[in-house]
């Protein structure tokens, strides 16, 4: 897994084996959590099409539907990979901070 871009404190974009992963922050008056999703093929057409605009709209749109909040309706519910990846997008993020220090 690699980070492949990042907009600071709102996602990180990863890629693994030509499968991509949008990692969400998202927050609700005191209690933030990362939530992240494997993207679907119609996501990442989409994304081929719109880059970082449409990253940046589906953040947003992950984070406002509140996908983990008690009966909510989000069409991201139960997507989350977070767990899964978890140890790997870490270690993605680490190397990627490394690589990037100091640009």
Request: charged content about 25%; overall charge negative.
């Amino acid at each position: 897994m690699r980070v492949i871009d990042h907009e600071p404190h709102a996602w990180f974009f990863f890629e693994k084996g030509g499968v991509f992963f949008l990692d969400a922050n998202c927050n609700h008056s005191a209690f933030g959590y990362s939530y992240m999703i494997e993207l679907s093929p119609e996501e990442t057409e989409k994304y081929k099409r719109g880059g970082r605009e449409y990253l940046g709209k589906l953040a947003y749109d992950i984070h406002y539907s509140a996908p983990i909040v008690k009966g909510s309706n989000s069409i991201y519910k139960g997507r989350d990979v977070s767990k899964e990846y978890s140890e790997e997008s870490m270690l993605a993020i680490k190397l990627w901070r490394e690589a990037n220090a100091g640009a």
